[in-house]
DNA sequence: AACGTGACAAGGC
DNA sequence: AGCCTTGCCACGT
């Protein structure tokens, strides 16, 4: 039996707080849960989530707004659909992140205020 | 117990 | 724009 980290409960418990359409990179998800630099914990994390989860795994990118996967993978492949049914947009196999990223949203609408 | 490997990131060049 | 460290933590050999 494997045992489970305090701190992937509170990883995944910030993963699903993404809200749908928008993204979160490895490192804003680490800081996010109080693990800041700690942003290899969060891939494996992830990687080592219960299968019938229904956390939104696929709305964390890394810092350069790309996927983690290699690009022939399935999982890849797989990201980029859910991705892409919430209406986020690639160019050139990059995501906007200052126009998707749900941090960058958060600090612009308190500098609004 | 040491060492290599990951769904990472930031900084140097 | 890439490629190479270094820091980081959990795991499997």
């Known amino acids: 039996m494997k045992t489970i980290p305090h701190s992937y409960k509170t990883i995944w418990q910030t993963v699903k707080q993404i809200p ?3 993204v979160a ?3 804003q998800v680490a800081e996010l849960a109080d693990l800041k630099g700690q942003a290899r914990l969060v891939g494996y994390a ?3 989530l219960p299968e019938k ?13 790309k996927i983690s996967f ?3 993978s399935k999982t890849f492949k797989l990201q ?19 126009k998707y ?13």
């Not at 989860?53 to 707004?65: A, D, E, L, Q, T």
């Not at 941090?103 to 205020?113: E, G, R, S, T």
């Open 80 to 98: 980029r659909r859910f991705l892409v049914k919430e209406c986020i947009v690639f160019l050139s196999n990059k995501i906007d992140l200052e």
């Open 101 to 113: 990223g749900w941090l960058n949203n958060i600090q612009k609408q308190w500098k609004a205020i």
């Open 20 to 22: 749908k359409g928008k």
């Open 25 to 27: 990179t490895y490192g």
């Open 46 to 48: 992830l990687h080592n």
């Open 70 to 72: 290699t690009n022939s």
């Open 53 to 65: 989860s229904k956390i939104p795994w696929y709305r964390v990118i890394n810092s350069k707004g």
